[in-house]
Each structure stands twice: as structure tokens, then as C-alpha cells.
């Protein structure tokens, strides 16, 4: 039964991702790349990978949407020209996917428990996981702790991206701009999505939270429970317009987030350093090793948490505050 | 059942070829972005599907006391960070979108030129 299904979805995100190289309607190939994403967390669920389903569909059905809707809502929304040297990149295309599924046949096939990704470090991670850091969820532990640097790193990535937005669209500068009805007021007439945002949005942050602090436990960390903090405060300020958005989170507190996050991750790895151990070494944090993990790990996902809430909604507010020309 | 044994890397495979078609032979600049982030998901669902395990679970211990088969963390953890970066790039190329769109007030990529070469 699993089997079908999950042919099935696969072949459904192929004839989405046809359909959204085809329509020439922009607004059309955004939605459609919504439930793309939708398909794609499916499709990784099943693939037991509940934390990358869980940020896939927040970041990919959410936030990308609403990004490529606003940048839409300033250029066009309809693709004028048709493809340019079509028959050479089709079969460029067609060769190398012919060639790349020829290659398939040599790999180990899907699913083998003794393929070599399975035998290097993997079961290690599994193993030591249990008596290092005691936490269940072992992504969570990889991440935050085993490869906390190349954590550390992703977040500067997310951090330079969110500041080079702010650069190139120049949004924190206080130069007075006409502001249109959807910026004062939103969709605020509208009865039936004011009402059930309304009742949606609490329970929204109160799940974001839920996914920071029991990323440890469950699916969930930092990266999830920015992503759906943020697609929350989106939510709000769609329906009651971005100024009341901004009352509430005003733009000076969501640039401190987004270096203060970053700026939390780097002060734990020093605090490592100055208790005698190394840079990201959580153990001496406490007492006993397996409590220092505990709290290392939680103060690091807390730090992702506020860089990535802080960069996305930068970068919304970035793009609303530009008006149409 | 033989026929999934290898479909995944197949869909991997058609998926990368399409975001890649819409990269080269698109030429609306937002089409070419989407085209962008197929390309990164089929990337997305290649590691994942490798680090699947048959009869595996996800790799969270609920019940230490059974023996369980778990699947491979590590290119979760790759993922994981990637889609995020994935946004956050992704969000920078739209915003260059923009400025090109009100320098040019185009973002179709053979009128920039023309406009350059004049």
C-alpha cells in the first residue's frame, strides 16, 4: 500500500513540476510550486524524514509562496516570450536524464540496509547519540551538536542572505511612501478570513513554540519553529495589514533577532572555550557532560530559532514595503 | 516492488532535468528562479531517498526497549539546514529580480539585453 502511494506521489510531483515549467501564467506556476512543496513533505515523510517534511512545509508551502507572490505584485505576472532555443535544450535535457537514469542502474537499490551510506558514520551518530547526549531525536543531536560548526555556518548563510536583502532592497530607510490600503489595512473587511485567522494565529505561535523546545523530543528545532513563527506573524499582517504587524514586532527588534540569534550560537561555542573546553563543546557547560549537551543544544536551537524568524520577516516586510511603481 | 527500486532516483533525475530546462531555456528571470528551486528539491529528495532504510523508522527513539531499525540521520540533518538556506537565497535572487525589474521595468531577459546594448 505504502508502495503505491508512494509512486504515486512521486509521479504527481513530476506532472506538477511539468505543468509549472509550462503555464506561462506566473500567479499559476506560484501556487502550483506551493503544492509542489506540499507533495515534496509528503514525499519525505515517507521517506521517514519527519524534521525535513515538517520544514519543507513551512518554509516551502509557506513562506516561499508568499516571497514569490510580493515579488510578483512588483514586476509582471505574465511570462511574455516563449523558450529560447528550445530543441537544443530539450535535448540537452532529454540526454542528460537518459543518462543519469542509465547511471541509476548501478546504484545500490532504494532502501538497502548495506548500501555504503549506512556504514560510515551514520550508526555511529545512532550509537553514540544514546550515551553522549541522551536526547531521542537524533537529527536534532547531529545537528546542534555533532556538526554544530556546519550549523553555525548554515545560520551565517541564512543571517548574510537576510542582510544582503535589506541592502539591495533598502527597506529599514525611513523615507516616507503612500501607503496603500493593504498596508493600513489588509484584508480586514473580509469576514471569513479575519475571523478564522484570527483564531488561527495564537495557536500558530503557541506551535512554534511547541516545535523549539520539543525539538529534542520529536520532530522539530530551530530552523522549524522559525520558519512557522514567522509564517504566523505573515499571516497576521495579511489580514490586518503591515502596519499592525509591525506595532507588534517593529522593524529595529527583527534586525536585533536576526544578529542576535546568530550572535547567541557564537556565544555559547565561546562559552565552551572560556569553561576549558573547545569551540562548540557543550559538555562543560554543566556539571555532568550529557546536562551541558542538554543545555548547549537548547540554547543553540533557541539562537536558530531567532536569526531565522528575524531574517524571513525582514525579508517580507523588505519586499511589502516596496511599493509598485 | 521492483519497479520502486530504483524510481526514486529516476524522479531525482526527471525533476533535476526540468528545474535545469526552465533555468536555461526559460527567459523570464522569476521562471528561471522557480526553475532554480526544482532543481534544489530534486536535490532535496535525492539524499533524502538515500538515507531511507527498508523497514526503518524515523530516526527519533521513542521505545528504547524494542530493537528498531532506524533510517539514516545524517542526510536529514544536510537537508534540514539546506531548505532554509535554500529560502533565504532564494529570497536574495527575487529581490535582485526587483531592482532589475524597476532599472529596466522588464525582467525578460532578451529585452535586457537589447537595453544593454544600446
Known amino acids: ?228 513563527f514567522a ?7 495579511l489580514l490586518e495589514g503591515e502596519k499592525r504587524a509591525l506595532e507588534a514586532i517593529p522593524r529595529s527588534w527583527l534586525i536585533g533577532m536576526t544578529a542576535g540569534g546568530a550572535l547567541l550560537y557564537s556565544a555559547v561555542g565561546v562559552a565552551g572555550m572560556l569553561l576549558g573546553g573547545n569551540f562548540l563543546d557543550y559538555s562543560v557547560l554543566a556539571e555532568n557532560p550529557v546536562a551541558g549537551q542538554h543545555i548547549g543544544i537548547l540554547l543553540i536551537e533557541a539562537g536558530v530559532g531567532i536569526t531565522v524568524t528575524g531574517v524571513l520577516l525582514s525579508i517580507f516586510h523588505a519586499f511589502t514595503a516596496r511599493d509598485k511603481f | 516492488m521492483a519497479l520502486l527500486e530504483l524510481y526514486h532516483y529516476w524522479v531525482f533525475a526527471i525533476l533535476l532535468m526540468i528545474g535545469f530546462y526552465a533555468v536555461i531555456a526559460k527567459l523570464n528571470l522569476i521562471k528561471k528562479l522557480i526553475g532554480l528551486s526544482l532543481f534544489q528539491a530534486a536535490v532535496f529528495l535525492l539524499y533524502i531517498s538515500m538515507g531511507k532504510v527498508e523497514g526503518g523508522t524515523a530516526p527519533i527513539f521513542l521505545d528504547t526497549s524494542v530493537e528498531q531499525l532506524y533510517s539514516n540521520p545524517l542526510p536529514q540533518v544536510l537537508i534540514l539546514t539546506a531548505i532554509v538556506v535554500g529560502i533565504s537565497t532564494l529570497a536574495l535572487g527575487l529581490s535582485i529580480v526587483v531592482r532589475i525589474q524597476e532599472e529596466y521595468g522588464t525582467i525578460e531577459e532578451h529585452e535586457i539585453q537589447e537595453i544593454d546594448r544600446q
Open chain 1, 231 to 237: 509564517a504566523a506573524i505573515i499571516l497576521y499582517s
Open chain 1, 1 to 228: 500500500m505504502t508502495t503505491v502511494f508512494s509512486i504515486f506521489l512521486l509521479t504527481m510531483l513530476i506532472v506538477t513540476a511539468i505543468a509549472i515549467v509550462r503555464i506561462r501564467d506566473l500567479f499559476a506556476t506560484v501556487m502550483l510550486s506551493g503544492i509542489f512543496s506540499l507533495l515534496l513533505a509528503a514525499n519525505f515523510f515517507l521517506l521517514d524524514a519527519a524534521d525535513v517534511a515538517l520544514t519543507e512545509a513551512a518554509v516551502g508551502a509557506g513562506i516561499s509562496t508568499v516571497l514569490f507572490l510580493s515579488a510578483l505584485a512588483m514586476t509582471t505576472d505574465r511570462e511574455k516570450a516563449p523558450s529560447s532555443n528550445r530543441i537544443i535544450a530539450l535535448i540537452v535535457v532529454a540526454t542528460t536524464t537518459l543518462t543519469m537514469i542509465y547511471a541509476s542502474f548501478d546504484q545500490p537499490t532504494f532502501g538497502d540496509p548495506d548500501a555504503p551510506i549506512h556504514q560510515h558514520i551514520a550508526p555511529w551518530y545512532l550509537e553514540t547519540t544514546r550515551d553522549a547526549i541522551d536526547i531521542p531525536n537524533v537529527v536534532t543531536a547531529v545537528l546542534a551538536s555533532f556538526r554544530g560548526y556546519d550549523t553555525l555556518g548554515e545560520v551565517f548563510v541564512v543571517f548574510t542572505a537576510g542582510i544582503g536583502v535589506l541592502f539591495i532592497l533598502g527597506a529599514p530607510s525611513g523615507k516616507p511612501r503612500q501607503t496603500t490600503d493593504f498596508h493600513s489595512e489588509g484584508l480586514r473587511h473580509y469576514l471569513v478570513p479575519r475571523v478564522v485567522g484570527r483564531l488561527l494565529t495564537p495557536f500558530i505561535l503557541l506551535f512554534a513554540l511547541y516545535v523549539q523546545f520539543h525539538g529534542d523530543y520529536g520532530p522539530g528545532g530551530g530552523f522549524q519553529a522559525g520558519a512557522i
